[in-house]
């Protein structure tokens, strides 16, 4: 007898509550929707932009990788080996913003990497950061 006055219990409830709903019921539907749609826009949005970072997009814009690749060295050291050799502290990161701006050679080897004048410290600090984060 219990589950049967629980379940009738229960669709009284519903039956009431769709009651003093209904009126509005289908202004609520249609909002939630509208609601929803939009967000889902904008969450996937986000997702292709923050696949790549602001990083990636910046040395894909300059000319990194005509020189650098993440696993094989090229003409430069690759940004494995960079990531390997220097630790993520602020005065490794400082030393290389310096040598993307300002250019130079002798750590690697005798080939020189060309100064990149144009790039704002900022942009530079980006770009190291990211080098030094791959594993
Ligand atoms: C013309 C080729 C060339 C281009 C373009 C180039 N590099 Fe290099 N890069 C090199 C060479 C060669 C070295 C090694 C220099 C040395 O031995 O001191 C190097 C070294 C580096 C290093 C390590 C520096 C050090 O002292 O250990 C970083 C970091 C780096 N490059 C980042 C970049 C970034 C970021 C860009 C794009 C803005 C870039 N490179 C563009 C050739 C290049």
Redesign the pocket.
């Known amino acids: 007898m219990k589950p049967f006055t629980l379940s009738t219990f229960v669709l009284a409830v519903i039956f009431t509550a769709c009651q003093s709903n209904n009126s509005s019921e289908n202004t609520v539907a249609e909002s939630s929707v509208n609601e929803i749609k939009p967000q889902l826009t904008v969450e996937s949005t986000n997702e292709i932009s923050t696949h790549k970072s602001n990083a990636e997009l910046l ?1 894909e814009k ?3 990788y ?3 690749s993440i696993g094989t060295k090229l ?3 690759s940004f494995n080996e ?1 990531s390997k ?2 630790e993520n502290k602020k005065d490794n990161v400082n ?2 913003v310096d ?2 701006i300002n250019g ?6 005798e ?4 100064a ?1 004048s144009q ?1 704002s410290k900022e942009d ?1 600090t980006e ?2 950061n990211f ?1 030094l984060s791959i594993e």
């Not at 130079?104 to 080897?109: H, L, M, Q, Y």
């Open positions: 040395m300059s000319d990194c005509t020189c650098h003409i430069g050291p960079i050799k220097y030393q290389l040598k993307i130079g050679s002798g750590v690697w080897g080939v020189p990497m060309q990149h790039l530079a770009m190291v080098i």
